[in-house]
């Protein structure tokens, strides 16, 4: 089944101890990103990635690391998370295109 | 940079009627995509319907159609014979013809009624 896949849906962690998202798919796509979803704001980019090896910055990358070192994983880093990065967060990928992203099942993240 | 706005931050319609949830979008670029995506309570981002900015033809899946209008840099999805499951929250995407990158709208909670 061709699918996004991201680890833990549910995480309760507290400010500074280092944390990472993974996210994982199978459909040999190119695209891949990251998004925060925050009420009011629908979601904005973090990190996204064209290739392996190749990384760019979204909009709201501060405090956030990633890295594409295979085609298929791209996770998300939190080096000293903070109360602000509580949020839902979505991985997804997409081949080139302009093809529809398609997307995790999301991550919801509390920083105590 | 490109900007998709969705003015309803929250709609209600009863079961079987129609509704219409907005979205206006602001860029330079001629050649874009469009989409509308439907997050249940699940918290899935489904994809509902795309559209390209190049096509006049307006998109059509099923029970959800969009009105697509290019000048006015319009583009409301319509949902015809509403059903309980419809309800979600429903997100307008924009994304240019050149990369993947997408740009998303706020949001609009729709609450399907019996």
């Known amino acids: 089944e061709a699918q996004v896949t991201q680890n833990p849906r549910y995480l309760i962690t507290v400010t500074g101890k280092k944390l990472t998202v993974t996210c994982s798919q199978n459909?040999?796509?190119?695209?891949m990103s990251w998004y925060r979803q925050d009420p009011g704001l629908g979601l904005r980019q973090i990190y996204y990635s064209m290739n392996v090896e190749v990384t760019d910055k979204g909009d709201v990358p501060e405090g956030y690391k990633v890295s594409r070192k295979e085609k298929r994983n791209f996770p998300l880093i939190l080096e000293s998370p903070s109360p602000n990065q509580t949020s839902l967060y979505f991985c997804?990928?997409?081949?080139?295109?302009?093809?529809?992203?398609?997307f995790g099942d999301g991550t919801r993240l509390s920083i105590l | 940079a490109q900007t998709v706005t969705q003015s309803q931050p929250e709609m209600s319609v009863q079961e079987a009627e129609t509704v219409t949830l907005s979205c206006t979008y602001d860029t330079s670029e001629n050649n874009y995509y469009l989409f509308w995506y439907k997050q249940p309570p699940s918290r899935q981002m489904i994809l509902v319907i795309r559209?390209?900015?190049?096509?006049?033809q307006n998109a059509t899946e099923n029970r959800f159609s969009v009105n697509f209008q290019k000048a006015a840099k319009s583009f409301s999805l319509k949902i015809s014979d509403s059903q309980l499951g419809d309800t979600a929250m429903y997100f307008c995407?924009?994304?240019?013809?050149?990369?993947?990158?997408?740009?998303f709208g706020a949001g609009t909670r729709l609450t399907v009624k019996p």
């Open positions: 459909m040999n796509h190119e695209y």
């Open positions: 995407a924009f994304m240019k013809h050149d990369n993947n990158d997408m740009r």
């Open positions: 997804a990928s997409s081949s080139w295109g302009n093809q529809p992203q398609h």
């Open positions: 559209q390209e900015a190049y096509k006049q």
